[in-house]
């Protein structure tokens, strides 16, 4: 069965303490690995595509990586406004479909 | 670019009403639009898959007459949740994959809260 895992749940970094946020994955044919922020009460923000293992892609502070299992999205120097949910997805060969993960919670200190 | 509207962004109904929710999208034509529904602190849950011109596909254990989904033209999906019911309220979204970018990425409206005293 097709599955997305995102650790941690929650996360707490005080401004500017680099971490990673964690989405396993398994699927039958990896379309796609997407990485979208999520603030309260919006929709989902994209972020990032990645299709092949060893991909790796940057916007600012944020860098998402890929293998043939997991994907990584670190987040370098972190500033309050990053606070936000961070949702995985993946699109199994043959689909456009997401499967989505329950997303990691972030919250910046200053 | 790759803008998605949704409309209404809130709304409320009394129960037995029906209620309509339009997903746009502005800059790029979308042959596939998607129907997600989100309760809170939980991730997107796929309701169904809208195609153009065709009938929406939906997921397990979605009610195909309780909620009509309409893709009448590649820049426009409806939503209409028919005799809702307190259990219908939930911030809804949609997303749409543009048909001319060769490749899967959605991107999402803003959403729309229905809330159904």
């Known amino acids: 069965e097709d599955q997305v895992t995102q650790s941690p749940e929650a996360l707490r970094l005080q401004e500017g303490e680099s971490s990673s946020l964690n989405c396993s994955y398994t699927v039958s044919g990896l379309r796609g690995l997407f990485w979208y922020r999520q603030d309260p009460g919006k929709g989902p923000e994209f972020l990032f595509t990645l299709y092949s293992a060893g991909e790796e892609k940057e916007k600012e502070r944020l860098k998402a990586t890929l293998t043939k299992k997991e994907s990584f999205l670190h987040i370098t120097a972190p500033k309050p406004e990053d606070s936000a949910t961070y949702l995985c997805?993946?699109?199994?060969?043959?689909?456009?479909?997401?499967?989505f993960g329950t997303g990691t919670r972030l919250k910046v200190l200053a | 670019g790759a803008v998605v509207s949704q409309h209404p962004s809130w709304v409320i109904c009394k129960s037995g009403t029906s209620v309509k929710i339009e997903c746009r999208s502005l800059?790029?034509?979308?042959?596939?639009m998607f129907w997600y529904r989100q309760f809170p602190k939980q991730s997107l849950m796929l309701m169904a898959t809208?195609?153009?011109?065709?009938?929406?596909?939906?997921e397990q254990g979605v009610e195909k007459d309780k909620f009509l989904i309409n893709h009448a033209s590649l820049t426009l999906s409806t939503l209409t949740v028919t005799s809702a019911h307190p259990e219908d309220s939930s911030f809804y979204i949609c997303?749409?994959?543009?048909?001319?970018?060769?490749?899967?990425?959605?991107?999402f409206g803003p959403g729309t809260r229905l809330t159904v005293l």
């Open positions: 997303s749409a994959r543009d048909r001319l970018a060769g490749e899967g990425t959605q991107y």
């Open positions: 809208s195609n153009e011109g065709s009938k929406a596909t939906y």
């Open positions: 997805a993946v699109q199994a060969s043959g689909t456009y479909k997401y499967i």
């Open positions: 800059d790029f034509q979308a042959t596939t």
